[in-house]
C-alpha cells in the first residue's frame, strides 16, 4: 500500500553538470502532474511525465528541476556588420564637424563599440542533458516511492485496527440481533392480540422479518475480510473507497431497521469508525 503523500530527490553532479529534480506528492482524486524546469529541457516534459505515470496512478506531483552547466564550451565571435558600418559612419561624421580633432578610431576601438563583436556559444545536440535528468527522476522517484511506502504502512496499520474494532462491533450486533427480532415478534404479537382477537398473526412475522438485520451482518463480515485482503496489494485506494461506501450504506440500513437502543448504539459507533477509515482511505493510491 502506498500513500499518496511524499517527497523524493534525486542528483546528477559529472562533467560539470549539476542537476537537481525533487518530487513532491499530495492527495488528489486522479493523476495531474505539474513539470517546473529550465526551458533547456521543454522537449522534456511529456518523457518525464509518461516516466511518472509508470510510477504513479492517483495523486498531485510537483516536479521541479535545478540546473547549473559548468562544463567548458566552444565558443564562437559574431561580427555585426552593419552595426560596425554605423559605428564608423559615425566617427566619420563626427570627425567632418570637428576636423581639428586627432583621429583615434582604430580597428581596436572599432572590435570595442557596442554589438559590433559579441561571443556566442556553439549549440549542439547535447545527449547528456536529457540522460543526466532522467538519471536524477529515477532517483527521485525510487525516494519518493520508498516514503510513500511507509507512509502506507503506517495507514494500513491504522485502517487494519480500526477494522477490528468494526469486526467487534458487527459481531456485538450479531449476538443481539436474534433476540431483538425475537423481542420485536412478541411485541407485534400482542399488539394484534388486543385489536384482532381471533385472527391469525402472520403479519406479525411479516413486521419482524423487516427488522431483521442478517443479510446486513452477513454483507459486512464479508466486507471486512475483502477489506483486510485488499491491504495486502499495492495500489489499493480506488477499491476501498468503493468498498467503504458499501459499509456505509449496511450501517445506515441497521440503524433505520433498528428499534432496540443497544444495536442502535453499535451501529452508530461503527458509522463513527467506518468515517474515520474513510479518512484514511482518500491518502491511499
Not at 80 to 99: C, M, Q, S, Y
Not at 168 to 192: D, F
Request: hydrophobic share 40%; aromatic share 6%.
Amino acid at each position: 500500500m502506498f500513500s499518496m503523500t511524499g517527497y523524493g530527490k534525486g542528483e546528477y553532479r559529472e562533467g560539470g553538470i549539476e542537476l537537481t529534480v525533487e518530487i513532491k506528492t499530495v492527495n488528489n482524486r486522479y493523476l495531474d502532474v505539474s513539470f517546473k524546469s529550465p526551458k533547456i529541457f521543454i522537449a522534456c516534459e511529456e518523457p518525464v511525465r509518461q516516466r511518472v505515470r509508470e510510477q504513479l496512478t492517483r495523486g498531485h506531483a510537483d516536479i521541479f528541476v535545478n540546473f547549473v552547466d559548468k562544463r567548458e564550451k566552444p565558443k564562437t565571435l559574431y561580427v555585426d556588420e552593419n552595426a560596425a558600418r554605423g559605428w564608423a559612419a559615425a566617427a566619420a561624421k563626427v570627425k567632418a564637424l570637428f576636423p581639428n580633432l586627432t583621429d583615434d578610431f582604430t580597428l581596436s576601438a572599432m572590435m570595442k563599440c557596442a554589438d559590433v563583436v559579441r561571443t556566442e556559444e556553439v549549440t549542439e545536440e547535447d545527449d547528456t542533458l536529457p540522460s543526466a535528468l532522467f538519471s536524477a527522476l529515477s532517483a527521485a522517484l525510487e525516494k519518493l516511492n520508498t516514503m510513500r511506502a511507509k507512509e502506507g504502512e503506517k495507514l494500513a496499520a491504522d485502517m487494519l485496527s480500526r477494522m477490528d474494532t468494526c469486526e467487534e462491533l458487527v459481531q456485538k450486533i450479531s449476538v443481539r440481533a436474534p433476540q431483538v427480532a425475537e423481542n420485536y415478534r412478541t411485541k407485534m404479537q400482542e399488539r394484534l392480540r388486543e385489536v384482532l382477537a381471533g385472527v391469525e398473526y402472520d403479519e406479525a412475522a411479516v413486521f419482524a422479518d423487516k427488522a431483521n438485520i442478517d443479510e446486513e451482518l452477513t454483507r459486512l463480515k464479508s466486507h471486512i475480510s475483502q477489506f483486510r485482503a485488499i491491504c495486502g496489494e499495492e495500489r489499493v485506494g480506488r477499491k476501498l473507497d468503493f468498498l467503504i461506501q458499501e459499509f456505509n450504506r449496511e450501517a445506515n440500513t441497521i440503524c433505520s431497521k433498528s428499534n432496540d437502543l443497544e444495536v442502535t448504539g453499535a451501529a452508530l459507533a461503527l458509522k463513527n469508525e467506518i468515517e474515520k477509515i474513510r479518512e484514511q482511505v482518500q491518502n491511499v493510491e
